[in-house]
């Protein structure tokens, strides 16, 4: 008879997500202020760059002749941050009509139509000289320079710590597998069948499992495959989007692409959760483990062995 994953009840999912909310913030409070003064340097190089390209500081000779230059030199964002509020960047594509590809924007009326769109919804309060057909004063100049570059740079420290936390939590999830465990590494894979997929008692990382990327697939001493997800959040929201739809639909997709008896979808979490949402993914058939506590993970891959098999 097969393992059987951990199930946790409620009580024990509260009692985790405090010790991952208390971990969360000695983190968060001792991240150093460089991160953040470097994103905002970026940022605002980036923002007066594209500013003076489109001529912001002369409102009557405002042109989308450099937008497509923009695009190409990966500029295009910083329009997106220009309105009130920033457009994400599908309502863009919407509003212009356009896929804003490089392609796209070389033809004229699509730039065109990126223009035309940011002038009508451009924040009049960070940019009241561009309404007014006026040249801006030094002091609104600045102040627009540094709104938007606050604006821009708030998004990229999210996007980083979100990015670097993910990278971060792999590694570990990846070490403990090879370092406690002493599990075979072995070269990400497409996986289309179980024919695929590392030998018994191997590891990969990030792979495509039947359409959808897995961060660390394990081929279980039993023959099944843990397909782990490494999901970070910073807010008991966003849990939803990172555990129940995110790490719970792909689990759903695999488990009726492969078969329940062959996989078990699982996800490890780092950060702040919403132990409501990790009650609903659990019932949904998503396995979960702590990064603060990997040893429930090698505790289920070591009940896979054979009986009599000793544990690593």
Not at 28 to 51: A, C, D, Q, T, Y
Not at 140 to 149: C, D, G, I, R, Y
Not at 209 to 237: H, P, Y
Request: aromatic share 6%; with cysteine.
């Amino acid at each position: 008879m097969s393992a059987t994953p951990p199930v946790w009840t409620k009580q024990q999912f509260h009692d985790d997500v405090a010790l991952a909310i208390a971990s969360f913030r000695q983190m968060r409070i001792g991240e150093p202020l460089s991160i953040w003064n470097r994103v905002f340097l970026e940022r605002r190089k980036m923002v007066e760059h594209v500013l003076l390209a489109l001529s912001f500081k002369e409102p009557r000779l405002v042109h989308s002749r450099e937008i497509a230059a923009l695009y190409r030199e990966k500029l295009g964002d910083v329009l997106r941050y220009l309105a009130a509020p920033p457009i994400s960047l599908d309502d863009l594509k919407i509003l212009t009509e356009s896929t804003l590809s490089n392609r796209a924007l070389a033809v004229p009326h699509q730039a065109r139509a990126v223009l035309r769109v940011l002038l009508a919804t451009l924040d009049p309060t960070r940019f009241p000289w561009v309404k007014e057909g006026r040249r801006p004063t030094d002091q609104e100049w600045e102040a627009a320079v540094l709104a938007t570059s606050a604006l821009m740079a708030s998004q990229g420290v999210a996007t980083l710590r979100r990015k670097t936390g993910k990278n971060e939590q792999e590694q570990a999830v990846k070490d403990y597998l090879s370092s406690v465990l002493h599990l075979t590494e072995v070269a990400p894979r497409k996986i289309q069948t179980l024919h695929d997929a590392p030998e018994f008692g191997s590891f990969c990382g990030e792979s495509e499992v039947r359409g959808e990327k897995a961060d660390v697939v394990v081929t279980l001493f039993d023959g099944r495959l843990l397909l782990i997800e490494c999901k970070v959040s910073n807010s008991a929201l966003n849990s939803v989007k990172r555990v129940v739809h995110e790490a719970g639909g792909k689990a759903a997709e695999w488990t009726k692409q492969l078969g329940a008896g062959q996989v078990v979808p699982a996800a490890t979490l780092t950060g702040v959760f919403n132990a409501r949402n990790l009650v609903q993914a659990q019932a949904k058939g998503l396995t979960l483990f702590w990064a603060h506590r990997l040893s429930d993970m090698g505790d289920f891959i070591n009940a896979t062995k054979p009986v009599g098999a000793a544990p690593k």
